[in-house]
């Protein structure tokens, strides 16, 4: 990993300063989103080749890890989209290209509830942290979809950031 990608080494900085004071998981996540509004890399923190993504299925890049945190980018070609989820840590997230529609559930026990949507757009950025994190991500757009993810977890250590995934009846 190197932190000679456009903007990365500024973000990293201040995700160290902000992880290395203790703080509920929430308060930390909101805080992340907070940096992430005014640290927000361009697309071009990825190559060329890495911003183009796989027509079989979004792919993530690991960018940075270390024990507090880990960033991601993931690239979303149109229609692409994940399982409803949670996480094993906290996480903020911003969007550098195009348009992902996050649909959030709640665990009811036999089934998921949707409990809400927003279509995220480019500079838009928001954070969560479990327990009622559970939600799915699709790119809408007909462009591919690019988004920065920070999570409080070193995912040199962990297989993924998903903690779940939910194959229940949506009510």
Same mark, same amino acid.
């Given at each position: ?17 902000? $992880? ?6 929430? $308060? $930390?996540?909101?805080a ?8 927000? *890399?361009?697309?071009? +923190?990825?190559?060329?080749?890495e911003?183009?993504?796989? *027509?079989? $299925?979004?792919?993530?890049?690991? &960018? ?13 070609q ?5 399982? *409803?989820h ?5 996480c ?5 290209q195009?348009?992902e ?10 089934h ?10 480019v ?6 942290? *479990? ?32 903690r779940?995934t939910?194959? &229940?009846? +949506?009510?």
């Amino acid at each position: 990993m190197t932190l000679t990608r456009p903007g990365l080494a500024e973000l990293v900085e201040g995700l160290r300063e902000l $992880t290395s004071r203790p703080g509920e998981p929430r $308060t $930390t996540a909101f805080a992340v989103a907070d940096l992430l509004r005014e640290r927000l *890399p361009t697309p071009e +923190i990825l190559t060329a080749e890495e911003r183009v993504g796989d *027509p079989e $299925t979004y792919v993530r890049h690991t &960018l940075h890890t270390e024990p507090g945190f880990s960033i991601v980018a993931v690239v979303w070609q149109s229609g692409q989209r994940t399982e *409803p989820h949670d996480h094993i840590a906290w996480c903020a997230f911003g969007v550098l290209q195009g348009v992902e529609y996050e649909t959030l559930y709640r665990d009811e026990g036999d089934h998921l509830t949707e409990i809400g949507h927003v279509a995220n757009r480019v500079g838009d950025v928001s954070g969560f942290a *479990p327990p009622g994190d559970i939600h799915k991500v699709h790119n809408i757009g007909d462009t591919t979809a690019i988004s920065l993810h920070v999570y409080g977890a070193d995912l040199s250590v962990e297989p993924s950031s998903v903690r779940r995934t939910y194959d &229940l009846p +949506i009510r």
